[in-house]
């Protein structure tokens, strides 16, 4: 499982167009349906105090329940621009990323937007929460990047032991059509002023996994004109619907429903990207 380094610097420049907005509303929407969370309009900076945790009383316990509930927790938060969206519409919600060249610009960004929001940097397929959270979500085929089914069981197992009792898992993840038919052994480039990169992609059938090569090259001098290059390898795996169905049961997870991510009805073999529902169903 790879993680992001010199193309952190220039992620968000190529992902300028993607609909975080969109994304986020979606999400919320299914929160609202499905989850437990609800959005708390937290402020930009936290408001607790040395005093208000030494002398806790019942309330400030009931309070601490209520705050685990709504709370969400991102997995493969990359530079936080979903993250952020999900806060501006009123959730407390926290980071988690194993990149801290990405973890770096998430903090910035957010201290940039006056936004208070916490990020660690931790692996997913290791997920450690220091409370349970009512909503864990994932987005942008993060979950594409765990390869083995091994790896993926714990990581859900890990999702519901710190899912709050009745809580959601909503993540997204990339088909097996998608690599296979739509990008597989293809190259994309794209060219900025300040960065470009190619990206070569191969796609294995026999495993399923498709790796892409990335090549960036970004300025580091404007006034001579000047770029660095640098290459990336990285690799996702392309995952069957009734695979990931399987993979939620024996995590131990309910399997509430699936969605196609593009048409937001339900999915069928030529489904690109699906989002999934979860629910904790006990430790």
Partial sequence: ??????????????????????????????????????????????SVT??????????D????????????????????????????????IMGIDMSPEMLNL???????????????????????????????????????YVLEDEEIIETFRLVNNFLYPGGVFIFDFNTLFKY??????????????????????????????????????AKVDSEKELFARSVETHYQRGYTLDEMKGFVEAAGLIFVTAIDADTHEDPTDDSERIYIVAREQGK
């Fill in 50 to 59: 040395e005093d208000s945790i030494e002398y806790a009383t019942v309330e």
């Fill in 180 to 217: 296979r038919d739509v990008i597989g052994d293809t190259t994309i480039a794209e060219n900025r002023d300040d960065c470009s990169f190619i990206w070569d992609n191969y796609y294995d059938d026999d495993s399923h996994i498709n790796e892409y090569d990335l090549t960036i090259f």
């Fill in 1 to 46: 499982m790879e993680a992001y380094t010199d193309f952190a610097k220039v992620y968000d420049t190529f992902m300028d167009e993607t609909p975080y907005d969109v994304w986020g509303d979606f999400v919320s929407s299914l929160i609202d349906k499905y989850g437990v969370s609800k959005p708390v309009k937290v402020s930009a900076k936290s």
């Fill in 106 to 144: 998430a903090r910035q960004k957010s201290a940039d937007a006056g936004l208070d929001i916490m990020y660690l940097e931790q692996d997913m397929r290791e997920l450690d929460l220091y409370c349970t959270a009512g909503t864990i979500v994932s987005v942008c085929d993060s979950v594409n």
């Fill in 61 to 92: 316990s009931e309070d601490a329940l209520n705050e685990e509930k709504n709370l969400v927790v991102e997995l493969g938060c990359g530079t936080g621009s979903f993250t952020q969206v999900m806060r501006n519409l009123g959730y407390d």
